[in-house]
Nanobody
Framework: QVVLVESGGGVVQAGGILKLSCTTS????????MAWFRQVTGKEREQVAA???????YAAYSLKDRFRISRDDKKNTLDLQGSSLEPEDTGTYYC????????????WGQGTQVTVSS
């Protein structure tokens, strides 16, 4: 089955920059779509940004100014860049993937913890 592993989490100062990476057991370019989700304190899990196989990307409206998703086919990673981080961004960030024929994101990583310190 598909294995996804997130990395790059840790502690960052408020106003700082975040860069997360997700590596998979399959080619990132082979998935119908991939996405970053997060679960922050007091909130339900939410989608931060997603990208389809063709490279079309989108982010949640409330986050699009600060978060950007990208894919690096050479490194075989799905990346997430964040800026102007706030303590409210603290939470667990997950990488997910959807394959052809699947209606949702059926494949998930274990998540990486991000803590934004004020």
């Amino acid at each position: 089955q598909v294995v996804l592993v997130e990395s790059g989490g840790g502690v960052v100062q408020a106003g700082g920059i975040l860069k997360l990476s997700c590596t998979t057991s399959e080619r990132v370019s082979s998935f119908a779509a991939m996405a970053w989700f997060r679960q922050v304190t007091g909130k339900e899990r939410e989608q931060v940004a997603a990208m389809n196989r063709g490279g079309d990307a989108y982010a949640a409206y409330s986050l699009k100014d600060r978060f950007r998703i990208s894919r690096d086919d050479k490194k075989n990673t799905l990346d997430l860049q964040g800026s102007s981080l706030e303590p409210e961004d603290t939470g667990t960030y997950y990488c997910a993937a959807r394959k052809d024929g699947e209606t949702g994101f059926d494949h998930w990583g274990q998540g990486t913890q991000v803590t934004v310190s004020s």
